[in-house]
Antibody
């Protein structure tokens, strides 16, 4: 069955970067685009961007350009998101989600990122 | 950017009641809309795609409708397991989520 296994919680200092991972299994990794979504505690969902694992092509929410960088490693069926120049406002749960016909049919369990000195 | 305005932000309803949640897009999204359910501590789950198509395994008491800029999610005969937050998402132009609706039991 389709599974998206995300990396564990991160506690990071302001001004640093963090790289989150999302390992896919149960399907052909290059067949479906992967999205990344931010959810702040008790708040709504924000779309960060999307990557085509086959080509590496990306599109970003303008709000996250320069903040998030999406990449993949096809050999390990893993998608990555690097967040840079972290501030407390970047503290959130981050999800990866596989897209099918543009809707998000499978979600990872989420990774909690806490930015604190 | 397409903005999605979801209402109400919170909703209290009784078991067996019919509930409707609305989403309004800032421009025509041509039925490029999905609805998700998120229970506390869990990841969101797809309910409806293409505005009115029920995702596999989703109970038939959930339905979606709408066109143009106005869309709605209806839950018939509310069950206790439907207590959750609900989000709409447009995918006509990039992707944008609505602000969410928290559904509680009265």
């Amino acid at each position: 069955q389709v599974q998206l296994q995300q990396s564990g919680a991160e506690l990071v200092k302001p001004g640093t970067s963090v790289k989150l991972s999302c390992k896919a299994s149960g399907y052909t990794f290059t067949s479906n685009h992967m999205n990344w979504i931010k959810q702040t505690t008790g708040q709504g969902l924000e779309w960060i961007g999307i990557i085509n694992p086959g080509s590496g092509g990306t599109s970003y929410n303008v709000k996250f350009k320069g903040k998030a960088t999406l990449t993949v490693d096809k050999s390990s069926s893993t998608a990555f998101m690097q967040l840079s120049s972290l501030t407390p406002e970047d503290s959130a749960v981050y999800y990866c989600a596989r897209e099918r016909y543009s809707s998000l049919t499978y979600w990872g369990q989420g990774t909690l990122v806490t930015v604190s000195s | 950017d397409i903005q999605m305005t979801q209402s109400p932000a919170s909703l209290s309803a009784s078991l067996g009641e019919t509930v409707t949640i609305e989403c309004r897009a800032s421009e025509d999204i041509y039925n490029g809309l999905a609805w998700y359910q998120q229970k506390p501590g869990k990841s969101p789950q797809l309910l409806i795609y293409n505005a009115n198509s029920l995702h596999t395994g989703v109970p038939s008491r959930f339905s979606g409708s709408g066109s143009g800029t106005q869309y709605s999610l209806k839950i018939n005969s509310l069950q206790s397991e439907d207590v959750a937050s609900y989000f709409c998402q447009q995918y006509y132009n990039y992707r944008t989520f609505g602000g969410g609706t928290k559904l509680e039991l009265k």
